[in-house]
């Protein structure tokens, strides 16, 4: 491979974006370590960069300027103003701006006579380049899904696109949101790793609440609470997820409107003093309820698929094709590719 020493430095990204999206499917969290070593080298990419066409008096050291200056100045707080509006999660943000610092233009690859990427943009801002492109591949997942609840006879108008049915007794060990209550289904379902984080609070596994769902519900029920961790489904806690065990249930249903804090969720938010990720109280005892009181087998469960994964396949088709929607536009007759 012919390229650049800053070009074949730069390719470090793709492993660590590969281990990243590996780390996000299975825990969706993903430590700063990863992303701290990318904005160190590419900031000193970049010095090193500006010194050689400066010093070395290169007539294009101005168009590298403006190239990592929008790179700098748009695409990294770009994906800060993502977060505080709550578009994605911080890890993405800080993928993002990782990405402005490392990649603000576009690398040159020579591999068997043939240059990579193909397709450049008159912009060649090579941060905005795998942004659009996750963008547009991000698209592609809610119509795959639609087909693949088509094909399995599941047509629901909205959530065919954005989730699917999935065994009740999984839901523990899944990351994503509810998309269903009792009244029917919903896109402002509970959070499952806050009904993880009330269930280590409980110390009650998801089964035992199913068996038991009167005295679960009674908040007099509840007696020491732990750890509620940050609800990742990859913590070793003492729970046995699929324990059915509980106290029997004795007299009649305990129904919400008979007790003053049904399922002891008011006394959960008072006591846990961390992120909740946007659920609020009625949000998490509509889930309660619909796990509780369903015949059904299955809920409807979105993906929860984090934004990094498009991320990182934007970014492997940014380094070989290029950028997706100036061959589009171009496709589309437009001339801009």
């Not at 990427?117 to 996750?134: E, H, M």
């Not at 049915?165 to 959070?191: C, K, N, Q, Y």
């Not at 519900?217 to 489904?233: A, F, L, Q, V, Y």
């Not at 998490?284 to 509780?292: C, H, P, Q």
Request: a negative charge; charged letters at 20%; aromatic letters at 10%.
């Amino acid at each position: 491979m012919v390229a650049s020493v800053p070009d074949l430095l730069r390719l470090v990204v793709i492993p660590v974006f590969a281990w990243a999206t590996w780390r996000d499917i299975q825990t969706r969290r993903i430590t700063d370590r990863a992303w701290v070593p990318l904005v160190v080298l590419g900031a000193a990419l970049l010095i090193w960069e500006a010194v050689q066409f400066f010093v070395f008096g290169h007539s294009d050291g101005q168009e590298f300027l403006i190239r990592a200056g929008l790179s700098l100045l748009f695409v990294g707080p770009l994906g800060y103003a993502f977060w505080w509006f709550g578009a994605f999660g911080a890890a993405d943000a800080k993928a993002m701006i990782a990405l402005s610092v490392l990649l603000p233009t576009f690398p040159s690859y020579s591999l068997g006579g043939l240059e990579f990427p193909i397709v450049d943009t008159a912009l060649g801002v090579f941060s905005l380049t795998v942004l659009t492109n996750a963008v547009l591949l991000a698209v592609v997942i809610p119509g795959w899904l639609g087909v693949k609840n088509l094909l399995s006879g599941r047509i629901e108008p909205v959530a065919m696109f954005l989730a699917r049915p999935v065994a009740i007794e999984t839901v523990s060990a899944r990351h994503g949101r509810l998309f269903e209550t009792l009244d029917g289904l919903t896109t402002d379902g509970v959070d499952i790793d806050v009904l993880r984080m009330y269930c280590r609070w409980r110390g009650l596994p998801l089964a035992a609440l199913r068996a038991a769902p009167n005295t679960a519900r009674d908040p007099e029920s509840i007696d020491d609470t732990t750890e509620p961790t940050d609800g990742r489904s990859t913590i070793d806690d003492d729970l046995d997820w699929a324990d059915a065990s509980a106290t029997p249930e004795t007299g009649d249903a305990v129904a919400p409107a008979d007790v003053d804090d049904p399922w002891g969720v008011d006394r959960f938010f008072e006591e846990i003093d961390r992120s909740t990720y946007g659920v609020d109280p009625e949000q998490l005892r509509d889930g309660l309820e619909l796990l509780a009181r369903t015949e059904d087998d299955t809920v409807w469960v979105s993906p929860g698929l984090p934004f990094v994964v498009p991320m990182f396949l934007g970014l492997l088709v940014a380094f070989t094709y290029g950028d997706l929607l100036f061959a589009l536009l171009g496709w589309l007759g437009l001339g801009l590719a």
